[in-house]
């Protein structure tokens, strides 16, 4: 492929990444700012501000573990549940569990790996996120949130009880305010979200697949923390993984070095670490791909011994 051809190749990705990441962020950030005009505050940090602090991680790994959403889609809910005054603790959790733990990631290891794996992989993933979410919480990881991401905003103090006017009038006062929200997030971290989408389309171009593969493909013990390592700049999603899977496997590859690329791809990808940036401070963030890696590894070294 001569070079127009990869400047084009690598500009489609571009515009179908950012415009991807576009709507899954409006959407998602208009969504959870119209139930939170719905539901006040008080109703939605309720479940997670138990007297019990593993309560709450644990609430929020359960909250993660049940939402199909991708790890970009997650960070407008992790927002919405920061402003909401959701304990930190539980919204970490849920952080950790949602691109990971997931229904897509279930189905698509219980086809490809069996039940067994399955279930000792959702275990796994799940007390882990339950245990960095209090360990984080008791390092005081909590001063790495940036007040200006979770703070502040058009929908503070806007309820369904606080509107005026006909059922009607409110609603679309509601619907007004969740947009104007969703965009003022938005502009937040629009140069984040730019930033990641060129640089997966920059790898999607440029890097060999071949490459990328090469790496992945080797059965030794190192290619299991290397494969998590190169699956985060892939950007894969859960869906899209499902043929490279069995592609890698149908070579020979190990399991344990296919879910590593897997769970490295869909738990920290570079759209969703910059995202990320704009919400915590670089230690958080730092902290959060370093979780993503240790679950990926353990994980890869998991299903090496059971399969």
């Known amino acids: 492929m001569d070079i127009q051809s990869t400047l084009i190749s690598a500009g489609q990705t571009f515009l179908m990444l950012f415009g991807e990441l576009f709507a899954l962020f409006i959407g998602i950030s208009f969504l959870v700012a119209l139930l939170q005009v719905y539901v006040s505050k008080e109703r939605i940090k309720r479940p997670l501000t138990r007297p019990h602090k593993v309560t709450n991680a644990l609430l929020g790994a359960a909250l993660?573990?049940?939402t199909p959403f991708c790890s970009c889609s997650t960070i407008p809910v992790l927002v919405g549940l920061f402003r909401s005054g959701a304990p930190f603790s539980g919204a970490i959790s849920f952080l950790l569990t949602s691109p990971v733990l997931n229904p897509a990631i279930l189905a698509l290891l219980l086809v490809f790996f069996g039940p067994v794996p399955t279930a000792v992989y959702a275990v796994l993933a799940f007390a882990f996120a339950v245990?960095?979410?209090?360990?984080l919480d008791a390092l005081g990881f909590s001063r790495y949130v940036k007040n200006v991401s979770i703070q502040g905003g058009a929908q503070d103090g806007a309820t369904w009880e606080t509107l005026e006017g006909t059922f009607w009038q409110k609603q679309r006062q509601a619907v007004l305010i969740s947009l104007k929200e969703a965009v003022?997030?938005?502009?937040?971290?629009?140069g984040w979200l730019l930033l990641g989408a060129g640089i997966g389309a920059f790898i999607y171009g440029f890097v060999p697949q071949e490459l990328l593969a090469g790496f992945a493909g080797a059965n030794d013990l190192w290619a299991i923390p290397l494969a998590a390592v190169v699956g985060i700049p892939m950007y894969i999603r859960a869906e899209?993984?499902?043929p490279i899977a069995g592609i890698l496997m149908g070579k020979g590859v190990s399991a344990g070095v296919v879910i590593a690329l897997i769970l490295g791809g869909a738990g920290a990808s570079i759209p969703e670490?910059?995202?990320l940036n704009s919400i915590f401070k670089k230690p958080m963030v730092a902290t959060?791909?370093?979780c993503v890696f240790i679950v990926?590894?353990?994980t890869g070294f998991a299903f090496t011994i059971l399969l």
């Open 131 to 135: 245990v960095a979410g209090l360990v």
């Open 296 to 298: 990926a590894t353990a």
């Open 288 to 290: 959060f791909v370093l």
């Open 273 to 275: 670490v910059s995202l």
């Open 240 to 242: 899209t993984m499902i």
């Open 64 to 66: 993660g573990a049940v």
């Open 184 to 190: 003022g997030l938005f502009r937040g971290v629009v």
